[in-house]
Every structure is written in C-alpha cells, then in structure tokens.
C-alpha cells in the first residue's frame, strides 16, 4: 500500500462527529500535514472518503475542495450536520 492510499484510509476511520487534523494524520503516516492536504485535494469520492473531517491544527475549518472548487462553508455544513460545534469557522 503506498502513502496515498494510507492517507485515504485514515481518513475513513474518522467516525462521524468526530475530526483529526492534517497534522495528526501526517505525523501517524510519518509524512508532512501539506502531503496529506494535497492528497486529500484530489479526493474524487468525498462520499466514501470523508476529508471534510479533517481540519487544520488551530481547530480551523478550511481546505475543502470539492469539484475542483474551494468549498468551505459547504465544509461546515457537512461537519455541523453531524454534530461538531463551529463558531466563527472554527471548531469549539
């Protein structure tokens, strides 16, 4: 199995209601919190593979793409529809 396919599954252990950061996944994985965005960038199953639950460090929702667009309120969405708290985007 190589990085970015490691990166994916970590990524679907994420239990709804629930984040990491970029961080967290990069130091597990042993690779940079910028490796992980990049892969999750080109994320083409957001369904399967849910990156909106991944948040930057300082609990900030940012970083989502989806369709080749930045899309973070629709971040947002996702994550409050499944119970995270989120003020003034970010996470509380």
Same mark, same amino acid.
């Given at each position: 199995m190589n990085l970015k396919?490691?990166?994916l599954r970590e990524v679907c252990k994420i239990p709804k209601g629930k984040t990491k950061t970029y961080?967290?996944?990069a130091k @597990?994985? =042993?690779t940079s919190p910028r490796f992980v965005a990049k892969i999750l960038s080109q994320n083409l199953n957001p369904? @399967?593979?849910?990156c909106h639950r991944?948040?930057?460090?300082n609990g900030k929702i940012s %970083?989502?793409?989806?369709? %080749?667009?930045?899309? !973070?309120k629709?971040?947002? =969405?996702l994550l409050k529809k499944e119970g995270v708290k989120? @003020? !003034?985007? @970010?996470m509380i």
């Open positions: 396919q490691k990166v961080k967290e996944i @597990k994985l =042993k369904i @399967k593979i849910p991944v948040i930057r460090s %970083g989502y793409t989806f369709k %080749g667009k930045r899309r !973070d629709m971040k947002i =969405k989120i @003020k !003034d985007n @970010k």
